[in-house]
């Protein structure tokens, strides 16, 4: 074979190669997020193992070091969440437990039995699917709402904290101005004792020299 014609095969493998990665990193980044098992394209009930494998063939396929694409990056960051969120047991139960609600919600407003026909469809996996989208969203919806509600009531218990340690200090710093001014009350009481005694003294004194002046 020519080596021109050797050069264009290799320009065409090379694009197609191109077009490959740049469709799989725009997949990713369309996939819904809080569902790990979309962004690795996979199905739920699949094995640890099989996890690993998918997660390790798409990295490859779009690591940054790999393509020119400027969105590999957040693509290649996205992968990885979704592998750590299904290797993870207590998020992947999460995640299941969501996918499963979505199941029974559809079949019980369509009025389904677990042996109805329509739930092996197309259709009703297409549905499927949106409906774990909505459940997913709902279930984060009402985990930011407890998060901060929690906040919430942390910053309150943190205010009655700061307000009940701020009591106690300027009762520690009043008892010991108090203390402080102990001697110098003391003196003073001493003192004005000491005057009221004199003045009485003064008084008594006075009364006798006019009381004897009366008497001569």
Same mark, same amino acid.
């Given at each position: 074979?020519?080596?021109?014609?050797?050069?264009?095969?290799?320009?065409?493998?090379?694009?197609?190669?191109? %077009?490959?990665?740049?469709?799989?990193?725009?997949?990713?980044?369309?996939? %819904?997020?809080?569902?790990?098992?979309?962004?690795?394209?996979?199905?739920?009930?699949?094995?640890?193992?099989?996890?690993?494998?998918?997660?390790?063939?798409?990295?490859?396929?779009?690591?940054?070091?790999?393509?020119?694409?400027?969105?590999?990056?957040?693509? %290649?960051?996205?992968?990885? &969440?979704?592998?750590?969120?299904?290797?993870?047991? =207590?998020?992947?139960?999460?995640?299941?437990?969501?996918?499963?609600?979505?199941?029974?919600?559809?079949?019980?407003?369509?009025?389904?039995?677990?042996?109805?026909?329509?739930?092996?469809?197309?259709? %009703?996996?297409?549905?499927?699917?949106?409906?774990?989208?909505?459940?997913?969203?709902?279930?984060?919806?009402?985990?930011?709402?407890?998060?901060?509600?929690?906040?919430?009531?942390?910053?309150?218990?943190?205010?009655?904290?700061?307000?009940?340690?701020?009591?106690?200090?300027?009762?520690?710093?009043?008892? =010991?101005?108090?203390?402080?001014?102990?001697?110098?009350?003391?003196?003073?009481?001493?003192?004005?004792?000491? !005057?009221?005694?004199?003045?009485?003294?003064? !008084?008594?004194?006075?009364? &006798?020299?006019? =009381?004897?002046?009366?008497?001569?």
């Amino acid at each position: 074979m020519p080596d021109e014609e050797q050069d264009a095969l290799d320009a065409l493998e090379k694009e197609a190669s191109d %077009f490959t990665k740049d469709a799989e990193i725009d997949r990713i980044r369309k996939a %819904f997020q809080l569902d790990a098992y979309s962004v690795l394209d996979l199905q739920p009930g699949v094995t640890e193992s099989d996890i690993k494998i998918q997660y390790r063939k798409k990295s490859l396929l779009i690591h940054p070091d790999k393509t020119k694409n400027s969105a590999a990056p957040d693509a %290649f960051d996205r992968l990885k &969440k979704a592998q750590t969120a299904l290797l993870e047991e =207590k998020s992947r139960t999460y995640l299941d437990e969501c996918i499963a609600d979505a199941r029974r919600l559809l079949i019980r407003e369509h009025k389904y039995t677990l042996d109805s026909p329509e739930l092996k469809t197309e259709e %009703f996996k297409k549905e499927w699917r949106q409906k774990t989208v909505h459940v997913l969203l709902e279930e984060e919806a009402r985990r930011r709402r407890q998060a901060k509600a929690k906040l919430q009531e942390e910053g309150r218990e943190r205010r009655k904290e700061d307000e009940e340690i701020e009591e106690r200090k300027r009762k520690r710093d009043s008892d =010991k101005a108090w203390e402080d001014t102990r001697e110098e009350r003391i003196s003073t009481w001493r003192d004005w004792q000491k !005057g009221r005694k004199k003045s009485g003294e003064d !008084g008594e004194g006075k009364k &006798k020299k006019k =009381k004897m002046k009366v008497l001569g």
